[in-house]
């Protein structure tokens, strides 16, 4: 079964650091990208990051650049979301995912990851980020 399981949300205060983890089963990160999505409330689910790691190629939106880096661990099959400088702007539900061919074109190509591109999905962990 293809399993993705997202862990590491919580409180943080602004300014403050937060780690996702996806810890995925059931596929070969070689195969598949990841990507993290997030949704606040009543905004549409947007794509953050995302990473390849059969090329090395990863993807971050503006809005996070320069504060947030994907990593992915294959023998651990995991990848993370390290999540710097918080903002409370930054508030909302992350979601990891996994895509293949489409998926993997917006990464290397520098493109916003579409959900529409993304075959499984993991729960989602809350990210609260207090001012």
């Known amino acids: 079964d293809v399993q993705l399981q997202a862990s590491g949300g919580g409180l943080a205060q602004a300014g403050g650091s937060l780690r996702l983890s996806c810890a995925i089963s059931?596929?070969?990160?070689?195969?598949?990208?990841i990507g993290w999505f997030r949704q606040a409330p009543g905004k549409e689910r947007e794509g953050i990051s995302g990473i390849d790691s059969s090329s090395g190629a990863k993807y971050y939106a503006d809005s996070v650049k320069g504060r947030f880096t994907i990593s992915s661990d294959n023998a651990k099959n995991t990848v993370y979301l390290q999540m710097n400088s918080l903002k409370p702007q930054d508030t909302a539900v992350y979601y990891c995912?996994?895509?293949?061919?489409?998926?993997?074109?917006?990464?290397?190509?520098?493109?916003?990851?579409?959900?529409?591109?993304?075959?499984?999905w993991g729960q989602g962990t809350q990210v609260t980020v207090s001012s």
């Open positions: 995912a996994a895509g293949r061919y489409a998926a993997i074109a917006d990464i290397v190509t520098n493109r916003t990851p579409s959900t529409v591109d993304y075959d499984w």
């Open positions: 059931g596929f070969s990160l070689d195969d598949y990208a």
